[in-house]
């Protein structure tokens, strides 16, 4: 079995949040495969994605997908080519005030980092689409989001693509400069996507000539 595959079945017997009293049940979410180049760090799975196990399937996915859309990404195509993950690996729960999903703590966040490190060690995306406050804080602390959010950086020899939370909780996207930052950060998205995904694509279809 391939060392991804391994490492899924891994993450998905994981109890270790749910032993420790931080969330009601464990069902941790994984999607992806080897080969994929581009990479999508979320925050974590929320109600829907618990129900269908699948990244990005609720009102939040439908936002983050009307945004790739808008630069001609389509979901399927992105779902069969990106590798989808998150900060932590199972739903926290909702917030205490009822309004959104819990931000997983600290602690939640320290027992799954080894998931992810271990996920960025073997896919070792060229590009990573960092989703939300908590995947932009993995990768670059206290650094405010309007530094980020448009622009395109490296982290670790790699590409990173900050993007805001598409969850309607998130009242980020409400000041219009802000919105002018998630259309520069998409189209650095799109770019990156030509780069990466389009270009291995079309690398694979061409046919070998033997001489």
């Not at 994929?36 to 939040?60: K, V, Y």
């Amino acid at each position: 079995m391939a060392a991804v595959e391994l490492l899924h079945e891994r993450i998905l017997d994981c109890t270790l949040c749910q032993d420790a009293g931080y969330i009601e049940r464990a069902a941790p979410v994984v999607a992806g495969r080897a080969g994929n180049r581009m990479m999508l760090i979320g925050q974590a799975p929320g109600i829907s994605e618990l129900a269908i196990r699948r990244p990005f399937a609720g009102r939040a996915g439908k936002e983050l997908f009307r945004w790739l859309a808008s630069i001609g990404i389509e979901e399927s195509d992105f779902r069969d080519k990106v590798y989808m993950t998150a900060v932590t690996k199972c739903f926290p729960g909702k917030a205490p005030g009822g309004k959104g999903d819990r931000r997983p703590s600290p602690a939640e966040i320290a027992l799954c980092r080894p998931y992810l490190d271990a996920q960025l060690a073997l896919i070792d995306p060229r590009s990573i689409l960092l989703v939300g406050s908590l995947a932009i804080e993995r990768c670059f602390p206290r650094v405010p989001l309007t530094e980020l959010i448009g622009q395109r950086v490296e982290w670790r020899g790699k590409t990173a693509v900050p993007l805001p939370h598409p969850s309607g909780a998130s009242r980020w996207l409400n000041v219009p400069h802000h919105r002018e930052l998630l259309r520069a950060a998409l189209r650095y998205v799109r770019e990156e996507w030509d780069s990466v995904v389009e270009t291995d694509a079309a690398i694979i279809r061409e046919p070998i000539v033997i001489v």
